[in-house]
């Protein structure tokens, strides 16, 4: 069995560079044979005679009919398979089953173009599957997808578990399940569960979600080890973007650790597989920027806002400008994280204003908004770093204590820590917390990392004037 609260996985260090020369014959090889396979399974279906399917009529042209049917504007292949499926759905229109086919393929759309807008047209597919077998619970758990991408976390997880009750090893209802417990900030809860996903079926995605919730526990190197085994239990050349997704996610632990080369030739890899990914993109803007690369950065984070328009892709593309010395551009960029994240993205926003000293008490009106919906630790950093710019010092330790309380190894919340310490009168303590998340990843955000320095040249200072 494997364990994710207490890993018994062991592996020496080693970074990204690394890590894809482990991969890369693992990976292409066996994504090769299937893609032969998957030609000749074509090649045989063409000749194959359809099922029999008596066909029932139903409406389609009310408001949830006309978004699942709705054209999904574009040439690539799942747009074609979309295309069928609706083609089968107005054949067979009274079968659930044909509603719920279509619908996953507004997901994988989702997924793809990394747009949650498409879940709209998940929901209407559910919505009409559900007129037609009501309480069916592979209908509720795509249902419950759309809930979680709409940040609606308490009902995702009340759908999850009702959905469990009568089905335990619902795999679709158990990943909801764990996901929405974490953003509650339960997590044992969604260890928990998430232990029970992976032993029913250990694949990509299970192990993906393991890997994440050994980093937040701080044990990289495990994380490492877990990811690596997501990307070695299956990929499918017909579906790319959770293989690609599964590459991020892997970038992003070596990125957490300062190996920014490494991180940049994962992230690469990621586009091998979907090649306009923006998730992709905005990793290699991030390592980019990290290296000092503005020009570069700018360039990749364009190609991510230009796909989708992201408020945390717009703060760091603002970032990238104002490292290559557009400082009217950068600003540009940051009206638009305050536009967006107005609209779409409350968590980000807060934390962009709390970051660059701006707006704070609009800043904690937003915050206090988003806590009342999820309690993770990175709404408790957020809280605990605007607090600090209010000079509410208790209560920011208070909320940083609650950010660090799983041990996660994250610059940021690390200098949050520290200088917080340093604020309240904590010298020592503060300066070894902020120089510990420079040591761990010395160019994590422009922002903090000049006032992490001036924190330590601040100290040196006093030091210097006592003696």
């Known amino acids: 069995m494997a364990t994710i609260i207490k890993s018994t996985l062991v592996s020496?260090?080693?970074?990204?560079?690394?890590?894809?020369?482990?991969?890369?014959?693992?990976?292409?090889?066996?994504?090769?044979?299937?893609?032969?396979?998957?030609?000749?399974?074509?090649?045989?279906?063409?000749?194959?005679?359809?099922?029999?399917?008596?066909?029932?009529?139903?409406?389609?042209?009310?408001?949830?009919?006309?978004?699942?049917?709705?054209?999904?504007?574009?040439?690539?292949?799942?747009?074609?398979d979309i295309r069928k499926q609706q083609a089968q759905v107005k054949m067979f229109a009274g079968q659930a089953q044909y509603w719920l086919q279509t619908g996953r393929g507004w997901v994988r759309k989702a997924r793809i173009t990394t747009d949650p807008g498409f879940y709209l047209n998940v929901d209407a597919c559910v919505e009409t599957a559900l007129k037609i077998e009501p309480n069916r619970p592979d209908a509720l758990a795509l249902?419950?997808?759309?809930?979680m991408n709409g940040h609606q976390f308490g009902e995702a997880k009340a759908l999850a578990a009702g959905i469990l009750q009568k089905e335990p090893q619902n795999l679709v209802a158990l990943g909801i399940l764990s996901d929405a417990q974490l953003e509650l900030g339960e997590f044992e809860d969604a260890a928990y569960t998430a232990q029970r996903l992976m032993d029913y079926r250990p694949d990509m995605a299970s192990y993906a979600r393991a890997s994440y919730l050994r980093w937040l526990q701080g044990d990289a190197e495990a994380a490492k080890v877990l990811i690596r085994q997501a990307l070695l239990a299956g990929r499918d050349v017909k579906?790319?973007?959770?293989?690609?997704?599964?590459?991020?996610?892997?970038?992003?632990?070596?990125?957490?650790?300062?190996?920014?080369?490494?991180?940049?030739?994962?992230?690469?890899?990621?586009?091998?597989?979907?090649?306009?990914?923006?998730?992709?993109?905005?990793?290699?803007?991030?390592?980019?920027l990290s290296l000092g690369q503005a020009e570069?950065?700018?360039?990749?984070?364009?190609?991510a806002y230009r796909r989708y328009p992201l408020p945390e892709t717009a703060w760091l593309l603002g970032d990238a400008r104002l490292m290559t010395g557009d400082s009217e551009g950068a600003e540009r960029e940051y009206q638009r994280v305050i536009r967006d994240g107005k609209r779409m993205d409350r968590l980000t926003l807060a934390l962009f204003y709390a970051v660059k000293n701006r707006s704070?008490?609009?800043?904690?009106?937003?915050?206090?908004?988003?806590?009342k919906i999820r309690h993770s630790i990175y709404v408790d950093d957020a809280a605990a770093w605007i607090l600090y710019r209010l000079g509410r010092y208790p209560e920011a330790k208070q909320a940083s204590d609650q950010a660090l309380r799983l041990g996660t190894r994250d610059a940021r919340l690390l200098y949050h820590a520290g200088a917080i310490h340093y604020a309240m009168g904590k010298v020592k303590s503060g300066r070894k917390q902020i120089r510990e998340a420079l040591k761990l990843n010395p160019k994590f955000?422009?922002?903090?990392?000049?006032?992490?320095?001036l924190i330590l040249d601040r100290s040196k200072a006093n030091v210097l004037v006592k003696r």
């Open 239 to 288: 579906d790319p973007e959770p293989t690609a997704w599964t590459f991020v996610e892997a970038g992003m632990l070596f990125w957490q650790e300062g190996d920014y080369e490494g991180a940049d030739a994962v992230f690469e890899e990621a586009l091998k597989w979907v090649p306009d990914y923006p998730a992709a993109w905005v990793g290699r803007g991030r390592a980019a």
């Open 12 to 80: 020496p260090p080693f970074r990204g560079r690394v890590f894809i020369g482990l991969l890369l014959a693992a990976v292409l090889l066996p994504a090769c044979q299937q893609q032969a396979a998957s030609d000749k399974s074509a090649a045989v279906d063409k000749t194959a005679k359809p099922a029999t399917i008596t066909a029932v009529s139903l409406p389609v042209s009310d408001q949830a009919g006309v978004l699942c049917l709705a054209d999904p504007v574009g040439n690539t292949p799942l747009d074609t």
């Open 296 to 303: 570069r950065a700018v360039t990749y984070l364009e190609n």
């Open 143 to 147: 249902r419950g997808l759309a809930l």
């Open 445 to 453: 955000d422009s922002t903090a990392v000049a006032e992490a320095q």
């Open 360 to 371: 704070i008490e609009e800043a904690l009106y937003l915050l206090e908004a988003e806590r």
